[in-house]
């Protein structure tokens, strides 16, 4: 069964960074695009940034510029690089993968990892 596991997350003060890790385990034949997504209480789960297996990136404007994501392929994991956080970045991120496995090509998700910026 495939599984992605998120790591990296915590209390950060505004200004500072984060690095989050999600790692990919299992019986899966190819990893397709992967992506970080976040729910803030009270507010519908959104899409952080993406990439392609081939690098390709997309991100969410309130996070252009300060956060990357980025891949190795070899080891089947994605990293979301956040700097200058802000307070508003608070939320649970959740790491995505869209990938073939025994089961066929689905959507799989992380459990999630909270992430919090506060003084």
């Known amino acids: 069964q495939v599984q992605l596991v998120e790591s990296g997350g915590g209390l950060v003060q505004p200004g500072g960074s984060l690095r989050l890790s999600c790692a990919v385990s299992?019986?899966?034949?190819?990893?397709?695009?992967m992506g970080w997504y976040r729910q803030a209480p009270g507010k519908q789960r959104e899409l952080v940034a993406s990439?392609?297996?081939?690098?390709?990136?997309n991100y969410a404007d309130s996070v252009k510029g300060r956060f990357t994501i980025s891949r190795v392929n070899a080891k089947d994991t994605a990293y979301l690089q956040m700097n200058s956080l802000k307070p508003e970045d608070t939320a649970v991120y959740y790491c995505?993968?869209?990938?073939?496995?025994?089961?066929?090509?689905?959507?799989?998700w992380g459990q999630g990892t909270q992430v919090t910026v506060s003084s």
């Open positions: 299992g019986n899966r034949f190819y990893i397709y695009d």
């Open positions: 995505n993968g869209d990938i073939w496995s025994l089961t066929g090509r689905k959507d799989y």
């Open positions: 990439i392609t297996r081939s690098g390709s990136t």
